[in-house]
Protein backbone atom coordinates (compact mmCIF):
# COMPACT_ATOMS: atom_id res chain seq x y z
CA UNK A 1 0.00 0.00 0.00
CA UNK A 2 1.51 3.41 -1.28
CA UNK A 3 1.80 5.73 1.74
CA UNK A 4 -0.40 9.14 1.45
CA UNK A 5 0.91 12.48 -0.09
CA UNK A 6 3.46 14.31 2.39
CA UNK A 7 1.44 17.44 3.01
CA UNK A 8 -2.10 15.18 3.52
CA UNK A 9 -0.07 13.29 5.89
CA UNK A 10 1.46 16.58 7.33
CA UNK A 11 -1.66 18.07 8.46
CA UNK A 12 -3.06 15.08 9.67
CA UNK A 13 0.26 14.95 11.93
CA UNK A 14 -0.25 18.80 12.96
CA UNK A 15 -4.14 18.15 14.35
CA UNK A 16 -3.63 14.73 16.10
CA UNK A 17 -0.23 16.14 17.71
CA UNK A 18 -2.30 19.31 18.79
CA UNK A 19 -5.23 17.49 19.84
CA UNK A 20 -3.15 14.78 21.84
CA UNK A 21 -1.65 18.22 23.40
CA UNK A 22 -5.25 19.10 24.96
CA UNK A 23 -5.57 16.27 27.71
CA UNK A 24 -3.34 18.27 30.21
CA UNK A 25 -5.05 21.59 29.00
CA UNK A 26 -8.47 19.70 30.14
CA UNK A 27 -7.04 18.00 33.30
CA UNK A 28 -6.03 21.52 34.67
CA UNK A 29 -9.28 23.04 34.21
CA UNK A 30 -11.14 23.63 37.91
CA UNK A 31 -14.53 23.57 35.67
CA UNK A 32 -13.70 20.18 34.01
CA UNK A 33 -16.02 17.79 33.80
CA UNK A 34 -15.28 14.24 35.56
CA UNK A 35 -11.74 13.25 34.98
CA UNK A 36 -13.35 9.86 33.18
CA UNK A 37 -15.50 12.29 30.87
CA UNK A 38 -12.87 14.29 29.91
CA UNK A 39 -9.95 11.63 29.18
CA UNK A 40 -13.04 9.88 26.67
CA UNK A 41 -13.18 13.33 25.62
CA UNK A 42 -9.47 12.97 24.53
CA UNK A 43 -9.64 9.55 23.50
CA UNK A 44 -13.16 10.25 21.49
CA UNK A 45 -10.99 13.34 20.08
CA UNK A 46 -7.93 11.60 18.73
CA UNK A 47 -9.90 9.73 15.96
CA UNK A 48 -12.56 12.60 15.75
CA UNK A 49 -11.46 15.48 16.74
CA UNK A 50 -13.66 18.76 16.94
CA UNK A 51 -16.75 16.39 17.01
CA UNK A 52 -16.05 15.78 20.35
CA UNK A 53 -13.86 18.90 21.90
CA UNK A 54 -17.04 21.35 20.97
CA UNK A 55 -19.75 19.30 23.16
CA UNK A 56 -17.26 18.66 25.64
CA UNK A 57 -16.80 22.06 26.25
CA UNK A 58 -20.35 23.51 25.68
CA UNK A 59 -20.93 20.68 28.55
CA UNK A 60 -18.39 22.21 30.56
CA UNK A 61 -20.20 25.50 30.49
CA UNK A 62 -23.29 24.46 31.23
CA UNK A 63 -23.22 22.10 33.90
CA UNK A 64 -19.58 23.14 35.54
CA UNK A 65 -19.89 25.01 39.08
CA UNK A 66 -18.03 28.32 38.77
CA UNK A 67 -15.66 28.32 41.41
CA UNK A 68 -17.10 30.62 43.91
CA UNK A 69 -13.67 31.44 45.82
CA UNK A 70 -10.04 32.24 44.71
CA UNK A 71 -9.22 29.01 47.23
CA UNK A 72 -11.01 26.98 44.68
CA UNK A 73 -8.85 28.36 41.57
CA UNK A 74 -5.68 26.88 43.24
CA UNK A 75 -4.47 24.05 45.36
CA UNK A 76 -3.69 23.96 49.36
CA UNK A 77 -0.48 24.69 48.81
CA UNK A 78 -1.44 27.62 46.98
CA UNK A 79 -0.46 26.67 43.35
CA UNK A 80 -2.67 25.95 40.16
CA UNK A 81 -2.76 22.05 39.69
CA UNK A 82 -0.69 21.66 36.54
CA UNK A 83 1.52 18.60 36.69
CA UNK A 84 4.43 19.03 35.05
CA UNK A 85 5.86 15.63 35.16
CA UNK A 86 2.30 15.29 32.61
CA UNK A 87 2.63 18.40 30.94
CA UNK A 88 6.34 18.31 29.44
CA UNK A 89 6.35 15.09 28.03
CA UNK A 90 2.84 16.07 26.39
CA UNK A 91 4.59 19.07 24.95
CA UNK A 92 7.68 17.23 23.99
CA UNK A 93 5.86 14.33 21.93
CA UNK A 94 3.38 16.91 20.16
CA UNK A 95 6.69 19.25 19.57
CA UNK A 96 8.60 16.36 17.93
CA UNK A 97 5.04 15.24 15.93
CA UNK A 98 4.88 19.17 14.63
CA UNK A 99 8.40 19.36 13.92
CA UNK A 100 8.08 16.10 11.92
CA UNK A 101 5.33 17.46 9.95
CA UNK A 102 6.82 20.77 9.15
CA UNK A 103 9.61 18.67 7.70
CA UNK A 104 7.66 16.32 5.53
CA UNK A 105 5.84 19.85 4.43
CA UNK A 106 9.28 21.13 3.55
CA UNK A 107 10.66 18.67 1.76
CA UNK A 108 7.50 17.75 -0.26
CA UNK A 109 7.20 21.85 -1.13
CA UNK A 110 11.24 21.41 -2.41
CA UNK A 111 10.99 17.91 -4.50
CA UNK A 112 7.70 18.45 -6.01
CA UNK A 113 7.59 21.92 -6.14
CA UNK A 114 4.09 23.40 -6.47
CA UNK A 115 2.05 20.61 -7.47
CA UNK A 116 1.50 18.62 -4.31
CA UNK A 117 0.20 21.95 -2.74
CA UNK A 118 -2.32 22.26 -6.08
CA UNK A 119 -3.14 18.47 -5.59
CA UNK A 120 -3.77 19.35 -1.69
CA UNK A 121 -5.58 22.63 -1.91
CA UNK A 122 -7.92 20.86 -4.58
CA UNK A 123 -8.76 18.30 -2.04
CA UNK A 124 -9.41 20.08 0.22
CA UNK A 125 -12.07 22.14 -1.76
CA UNK A 126 -13.46 19.10 -3.06
CA UNK A 127 -13.08 16.43 0.03
CA UNK A 128 -14.96 17.30 3.06
CA UNK A 129 -12.37 15.03 4.60
CA UNK A 130 -10.04 17.18 3.89
CA UNK A 131 -11.69 20.62 4.28
CA UNK A 132 -12.76 18.88 8.14
CA UNK A 133 -9.18 18.92 9.10
CA UNK A 134 -8.31 22.15 7.92
CA UNK A 135 -11.20 23.44 10.07
CA UNK A 136 -10.21 21.34 13.06
CA UNK A 137 -7.41 23.69 12.94
CA UNK A 138 -8.96 27.11 13.34
CA UNK A 139 -11.59 25.33 16.07
CA UNK A 140 -8.19 23.91 17.74
CA UNK A 141 -7.21 27.74 17.77
CA UNK A 142 -10.31 28.96 19.29
CA UNK A 143 -10.71 26.04 21.89
CA UNK A 144 -6.90 26.32 23.21
CA UNK A 145 -7.88 30.39 23.56
CA UNK A 146 -10.63 29.66 25.29
CA UNK A 147 -9.20 27.02 27.65
CA UNK A 148 -5.92 28.59 28.50
CA UNK A 149 -7.37 32.07 28.96
CA UNK A 150 -10.00 30.61 31.36
CA UNK A 151 -7.14 28.70 32.99
CA UNK A 152 -4.40 31.94 33.28
CA UNK A 153 -7.19 34.39 34.28
CA UNK A 154 -8.37 32.34 37.43
CA UNK A 155 -4.76 30.94 37.97
CA UNK A 156 -2.09 33.48 36.75
CA UNK A 157 -1.74 37.35 37.30
CA UNK A 158 0.08 37.89 34.17
CA UNK A 159 -1.59 38.33 30.71
CA UNK A 160 0.47 36.78 28.30
CA UNK A 161 -0.55 37.24 24.45
CA UNK A 162 1.19 34.51 23.32
CA UNK A 163 -1.28 31.43 24.63
CA UNK A 164 -3.48 32.78 22.03
CA UNK A 165 -1.10 31.70 19.11
CA UNK A 166 -2.30 28.36 17.60
CA UNK A 167 -0.49 25.75 18.60
CA UNK A 168 2.95 27.27 20.00
CA UNK A 169 0.61 29.34 22.85
CA UNK A 170 -0.56 25.56 24.05
CA UNK A 171 3.17 24.29 23.91
CA UNK A 172 4.46 27.31 26.04
CA UNK A 173 1.69 26.83 28.09
CA UNK A 174 2.53 23.24 29.26
CA UNK A 175 6.64 23.81 29.33
CA UNK A 176 5.51 26.51 32.04
CA UNK A 177 6.84 25.94 35.02
CA UNK A 178 4.93 28.14 37.07
Excluded: H
Excluded at 10 to 34: G, I, S, Y
Excluded at 85 to 108: C, D, E, H, K, N
Excluded at 112 to 123: C, M, R
Aim: negative net charge.
Amino acid sequence: MPSPPALRLALFNFAEAWVFAFLPLMQNDKRKLPTPVVVLTWVGALGLTNAFLAPYLAFREIFSPVPSSPTDIVDDDGTNNKNQLISTPFAIIASTVVGYALLQTIIATFTSGSQEWIDFSSLVQTDRTYLAFCVDLVLFGSFQSFLINKIVNENESDDTMIYNVPFVGLMVWLLRTT
